[in-house]
């Protein structure tokens, strides 16, 4: 298993970050967003999105709507399962609704669709909120897709 620790000290650090890391990814990826409620993830996730091709405006959590797809270089889908309270309540989806199988998926509190993925390269996020303006950023994966991401980073 890879792992890499950030240091996000500012908005332009974590910034450029997400950008780094869109700069990296590839159709079929998959990122786990973990964290505490304002630890960053939609932060991260904005940035991460306009690092390609989607105006930062434009994406917002999809708390409510459970899935918010754009279009950018890939189709990406931003799945947020916060208001989930049982794995169950997946069952009602197809795969097409939370996975992007030729585009970039993006899972705000990821705890319930872990038991959905099956051999899709994952990348986990975990924030970490160390102050009001500082986060760490804990990336984790098994995949060796990423290694050059981890290694860029």
Same mark, same amino acid.
């Given at each position: ?37 304002? =630890?960053?993830?939609?932060?991260? =996730? ?108």
């Amino acid at each position: 298993m890879s792992k890499l620790i950030l240091e996000l000290n500012s908005l332009e650090i974590t910034d450029v970050v997400a950008r780094k890391t869109a700069a990296h990814l590839f159709p079929g990826a998959v990122l786990l967003f973990w964290g505490n409620m304002g =630890a960053g993830k939609t932060t991260f =996730a904005k940035s991460l999105c306009a690092g390609l091709g989607i105006p930062h405006e434009t994406v917002i959590s999809p708390t409510y709507t459970m899935v918010n797809i754009y279009s950018g270089k890939w189709t990406i889908l931003h799945v947020d399962l916060f208001r989930l309270t049982a794995p169950e309540q997946l069952d009602d989806f197809d795969r097409e609704d939370l996975f992007a199988d030729d585009g970039i998926t993006l899972v705000e509190w990821p705890e319930f669709i872990t038991d959905h993925l099956t051999d899709e390269p994952v990348l986990n996020l975990y924030f970490k909120t160390v102050s009001e303006y500082q986060r760490q950023l804990i990336i984790k994966s098994e995949f060796d897709d990423f290694d050059t991401l981890l290694k860029t980073l």
